[in-house]
């Protein structure tokens, strides 16, 4: 079944791997000659741009400055698709999503996670949207010029989006670019579905799961789940274990806790709310779907648990598909 991913860490994973294309990679949940054995549609490509500098993350000598980061990324990304432009291509909205299905092109979508990058100047917004970029995750673990993170501190995640970000999450949603509040603070949370209210734009949180089933303050509560659904954005299921179980020691990720999340989420948003968003390459433990060859178990077991073969394709694709058509330019 083909399925839109809406998070992967897979860039990062090239660059330490210094590899100049995403083929064919060692040790990965994602890579080029994978996602055509999974018959994948589109897979999300983030370019996280981490505010602390520790270069083990890519493997590097040292961190270079955020600016040289993203170019590096970006560098793979488009070496990528010049080099096997037969079998994949870069996508930016939902006419080139068909545009490449129709080819037999698996899509391409250019994410940044981490929206320090952006330095407080709503010209860099532009800039980044110029080169392809399509969706922001306005903050990862720390505080930045668009707001605040989450956080286990209830006076912390309180609060909401700077006036900056309040101002580029609006310029975001009007040039086409889709707003990602996965690592925010709750209070961010609620300013940027006040800006989707007033837009009619939806917005997305690419990789979370339930509060509800996992006390992850990364997760989404049920008025949460509630709130996103009625401004018609989705949440991708995130295969992290710290996200699927209750016990954040446990480090196994279960297809059946997956399962429990997505159901969740359909009694509290309806069908309509749920995509995938595996965070592939960016998760560490114990994984029964171990990479993306192994979602079919996903479908599987979600079609056990009575879900009918349209709610099933619903989740795997359509559903993120429609926020593609209504939030991407």
Avoid at 85 to 97: I, P, S
Wanted: net charge negative; with cysteine.
């Amino acid at each position: 079944m083909r399925y839109i991913d809406m998070h992967c860490d897979t860039l990062g994973s090239a660059l330490a791997q210094k590899t100049e294309t995403f083929l064919e990679l060692d040790h990965t949940m994602v890579d080029g000659l994978r996602l055509q054995q999974a018959e994948a549609g589109a897979q999300f490509f983030a370019m996280f741009l981490p505010q602390r500098n520790d270069p083990d993350w890519f493997g590097l000598e040292e961190m270079p400055p955020v600016e040289a980061l993203m170019r590096k990324m970006y560098d793979i990304f488009c070496h990528t698709m010049e080099q096997y432009g037969d079998r994949f291509a870069a996508a930016h909205n939902a006419e080139e999503l068909k545009q490449n299905q129709n080819a037999g092109k698996i899509s391409a979508f250019l994410t940044i996670e981490n929206g320090a990058l952006i330095d407080g100047k709503m010209d860099k917004i532009r800039e980044i949207y110029d080169l392809g970029v399509r969706l922001v995750t306005l903050t990862w673990n720390d505080d930045n010029c668009l707001g605040h993170c989450h956080s286990k501190k209830s006076e912390e995640m309180s609060r909401g989006l700077t006036g900056f970000g309040k101002e580029a999450v609006c310029y975001m949603q009007e040039l086409g670019i889709l707003v990602d509040v996965s690592h925010l603070s709750d209070g961010g949370f609620w300013d940027v579905a006040e800006a989707s209210r007033r837009s009619g734009v939806p917005f997305v949180a690419s990789h979370s799961n339930c509060r509800a089933l996992a006390p992850a303050t990364r997760n989404l509560t049920d008025e949460m789940i509630r709130e996103l659904a009625e401004c018609g954005g989705v949440a991708g299921l995130n295969l992290e274990p710290t996200f699927l179980n209750v016990d954040e020691t446990d480090r196994v990720s279960r297809i059946e806790r997956i399962c429990d999340h997505a159901m969740h989420l359909i009694d509290r948003g309806g069908i309509e709310c749920v995509g995938l968003g595996t965070d592939f390459d960016g998760i560490s433990g114990e994984f029964e779907i171990s990479d993306c060859t192994k979602l079919p178990l996903l479908f599987d077991a979600l079609r056990k648990r009575g879900l009918s073969e349209d709610a099933v394709e619903q989740i795997a694709y359509q559903n993120t598909a429609r926020v593609i058509q209504d939030g991407m330019r």
